[in-house]
Structure formats: C-alpha cells, structure tokens
C-alpha cells in the first residue's frame, strides 16, 4: 500500500474511533476539539514512523491492513497436538537412545509417556523418568523445563544458539504449551487504538478500563502519551474488545490492553503494565504469559527465528533498559516495580541486542503542535487563561503558586514547589534560587551558586 493512501487510511480510522469514543459519553468537550490538522499529522506520524514495524507486522497472515492490526484468534493457535510432541522428543534424544541399552530404552519409552499422554496416570512416567534422570521431575516445573533437565541428563543438550537442539527444543516447548484461544487478541499499530487505549470516562454503560490515558478527560497530563505512543517507532498496543463482532467496542469499550514495544530485528521485547476490567493491574501472571507468548511466537515466525527467549521483571533487571524518548508525556508504567512489567530477550540476541527509548511528544489536539503535556498546547488551552492557576516552567502543569528560580541559562523562570525543590537549590548568598549541579555545598552545609561562589574564591585569594 502507499505511503499517502495509507496515511488516508489512518486518518479514516481515527475519525471513526472518535465518532465511537463519543457513543456512550455525554463528557464530549474534548473531543469537540479535535481538529483536521491534529487528526492529519498523527496520522502520517505514525504512517511514517512505525514504518519498519509494520512492515514486519505486514508479513503475517493474520495481518488486517484496513485495521492496521494483527489477529490472533482461535484459527491462528491451536492445542497441543501430542503426536508432533512425542515425534519432536524423538528427533532430539535420538543420539541418547543411541547409546542406550534396552532395559534404558524402555524406561525412556514410559518416562516420554507423561509428555505425549497428559490423560493418564503420570506416576509410572514419572518413576522411569527417576530412574533415568533422578531429579529431572518435580512437583509445579513447568513440563517444558522437566523435558530439558530429562535432555541435560541424558546429554544431548546443545546450548549454541540456533543450534539444531535449540530449534527443535522450542518447537517441542512451544508445542507441549500451546493453547487454542476463544477470543481475538489484536496486535495493533493503528493510531486509532492508540488515542483509544483507555475507555471513556462516564460511559453510560459504566466506566471501564478507563485510566489517566483516557481521552475524553483533562484531569490529568498523561493523556498526552496516547498521541504520544502512537507517534513513535517502536510501541505498539495490544488488546481485546468486549464484543469483535461489534467494531466500535475496538474503540470504546477495550476488555484488556497493554502497551508492548519491539525494535524490528533486535529481539527484545517490552511487555509493560497490564489494563483489564479492574482496572490496571499489579502482575496479573497468568494473563500476562499468556499474551507474551502469543506475541513472543508471533514475532518470532515473522522473524524466522527460534522461539526462545529468557524473561526478566523489568524493574532493576540488569539486561537491559528501555528509556522514553524526548517528550515522551505519557505514564511510562514499565518503570514501576508494583506492576511487575516485563522484559524478554531472545536467545538469538543475547549478547547483540541494542537499548531502545518507547514515546515520543505527543500532539496538541487543537492546533497539532508538539507538546508533552496534556491534550492542549499553553495557547490552546482557553481555560488556561481564565484559571487562577499558574503554570510550571518545569513540569508544564498547573499549580496555585508558582516561585522565581534561575535556569541553566540564567534566564528567570517560574515552577512550582515539588520542582523547586527537586531541580533548584538556595543560594545563601544572593538569595536567588539556581540549578542544583551548578551549586557548591559550602562546610556548613549551606550552597553558593557558581557567581556567588566565584566571587569568594576571588576574595579568598585576595586575603591570602
Ligand atoms: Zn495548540
Ligand atoms: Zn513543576
Ligand atoms: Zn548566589
């Protein structure tokens, strides 16, 4: 598809996902808002931006152009199919069985039983499995991993990636844990389900999934992110609706979404903070593995690669650090260690992947300009005029008092208090408030700013 027809197919979606925001709201005054040029620029950001990503998307066969998404349904995923499990066990402990003697082999025929047969009695699988392996088994390790410590103690793992061992152990774990799905999982890098993350607030069939992204709403900054997102390179979100027959609860009534981000080629994958119904959850395990592996396996097939990759809570993981990029005015929920977001590497990247930043500015609803802050520029903003409040120079949000502070370039600016006392610190001498770094802590305790402090070191010598 074009380049420009597609940026034509965007701005068609993004219309229609407001028309659907709106349905069940009477809280509408934002959206009123919404201008041409908003509705246009985000448009052929995101065409443009995400380019590589969807050209990598493109490649499924459960790709939807005209809904810029990916599919996944019960068509796409399957349950397991235990013939391909003991056929693919077969193909990785054939040099073991070589080497084995009879009475072996027929333990090894029992002990791959409690893979191939889950409906019968596993204790006479599992006591072969003791005699072959002791250990290989225990009580809640995921099947997948009792097979490779079953591989590790007959001695036919092959750790190098992409080593033939690799490809056939991620076929056969992928295999043994697929699921068949009965709903559909949209993968998606359409701006019109980015602006829609959130539900409506007031929607009157009640309020779900709504959340400081929530886009008819102007209670907090956040919002800014949904544009945000949706302008970036690498994110994209993923989600399930209340009702797929019904195409507009694609925008205004999503059951489950979350943000995920992926650099095309590099394998690694960001999984952040889950939304359902409850609102946004703080590690919801099951559901969260369940939406990462479906993902995982997709980009993996659109890779040609091994499907196998290490998983680490993101918050303090040592592997590697996903940053916002310049701008970037959403709630970067991975940061926070309560939402136990995720990170995963794939193994054919372990030790060449590269760091990549999620969000960008995002756009000002009205005029279209770039700002990291809510959904109006300052000029835009017509309450912002008529309100008591004033604005931070920092932080761009409203505040009763703001105070007199230098910035890094002397110039006088005003910000509240919380970044006063966070970016700014007192000078004892001038009396003036100055950025922090630029600051000299004085015996006391007390700081000087660098004229101040420039002027007694002159002085100093002069003593001397
Ligand atoms: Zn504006
Ligand atoms: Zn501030
Ligand atoms: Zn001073």
């Given at each position: 598809m074009e380049m420009e027809e597609k940026v034509k197919l965007a701005e068609k979606n993004i219309w229609q996902a407001l028309d659907d925001y709106r349905a069940?709201?009477?809280?509408?005054a934002v959206l009123d808002d919404v201008s041409d040029v908003f509705v246009h620029k985000l448009a052929r950001d995101n065409t443009y931006y995400k380019q590589k990503l969807r050209d990598l998307f493109r490649?499924?066969?459960?790709?939807?152009e005209e809904l810029d998404a990916m599919v996944i349904n019960g068509t796409r995923t399957h349950n397991p199919d235990y013939a391909r499990v003991l056929c693919l066990a077969e193909r990785i402990l054939a040099p073991a069985r070589q080497k084995m003697r009879v009475t072996e082999n027929t333990l090894l025929d029992l002990a791959l039983r409690f893979f191939?047969?889950?409906?019968?009695?596993?204790q006479p699988a599992i006591d072969a499995m003791e005699k072959l392996v002791p250990k290989a088994f225990a009580l809640n390790k995921k099947p997948s991993r009792i097979f490779r410590s079953l591989c590790d103690g007959l001695g036919?793992?092959?750790?190098?990636?992409?080593?033939e061992f690799q490809r056939l152990y991620a076929q056969f774990a992928d295999e043994l844990s697929s699921r068949k799905i009965d709903f559909k999982l949209y993968v998606s890098l359409n701006p019109a389900h980015f602006i829609t993350m959130s539900n409506p607030k007031n929607d009157k069939r009640g309020d779900t999934?709504?959340?400081?992204?929530?886009?008819?709403?102007?209670?907090?900054?956040?919002?800014?992110?949904c544009s945000g997102y949706a302008r970036d390179q690498y994110s994209f979100i993923v989600f399930v609706a209340?009702?797929?027959?019904?195409?507009e609860t694609l925008n205004n009534r999503k059951t489950m979404r979350q943000i995920f981000g992926y650099m095309p080629g590099n394998g690694v994958l960001l999984q952040s903070r889950l939304y359902n119904t409850s609102g946004?959850?703080?590690?919801a395990q099951e559901d969260m593995q369940l939406y990462r592996d479906l993902v995982q396996r997709e980009i993996s097939e659109l890779e040609g690669a091994v499907n196998l990759w290490q998983t680490y809570t993101?918050?303090?993981?040592?592997h590697c650090v996903i940053g916002t990029g310049e701008g970037f005015g959403g709630?970067?929920?991975?940061?926070?260690?309560?939402?136990d977001t995720k990170i995963s590497i794939r193994n054919d990247h372990a030790k060449d992947y590269q760091r990549f930043d999620l969000g960008t500015y995002g756009l000002c609803?009205?005029?279209g300009k770039e700002i990291s802050?809510?959904?109006?520029?300052y000029d835009c903003d017509d309450e912002a005029e008529d309100r008591d409040e004033e604005r931070c120079d920092e932080c761009e949000e409203y505040v009763d008092t703001t105070y007199p502070v230098y910035d890094a370039e002397g110039a006088s600016i005003r910000v509240c208090a919380a970044c006063r006392n966070q970016y700014y610190a007192y000078c004892r001498e001038c009396g003036e408030y100055h950025p922090r770094e630029e600051m000299t802590v004085q015996e006391d305790g007390s700081m000087l700013c660098r004229s101040c402090q420039s002027q007694h070191t002159e002085e100093g010598g002069q003593a001397a």
């Open positions: 069940h709201t009477c809280n509408t490649k499924s066969p459960v790709w939807d191939g047969y889950p409906e019968e009695d596993a036919v793992t092959d750790n190098a990636a992409g080593s999934l709504t959340s400081c992204h929530s886009f008819n709403s102007t209670s907090y900054q956040y919002n800014n992110g209340a009702d797929p027959k019904n195409p946004g959850t703080y590690g993101y918050h303090n993981n040592s709630y970067a929920d991975w940061f926070y260690a309560d939402f609803i009205s005029c802050a809510n959904l109006y520029c």
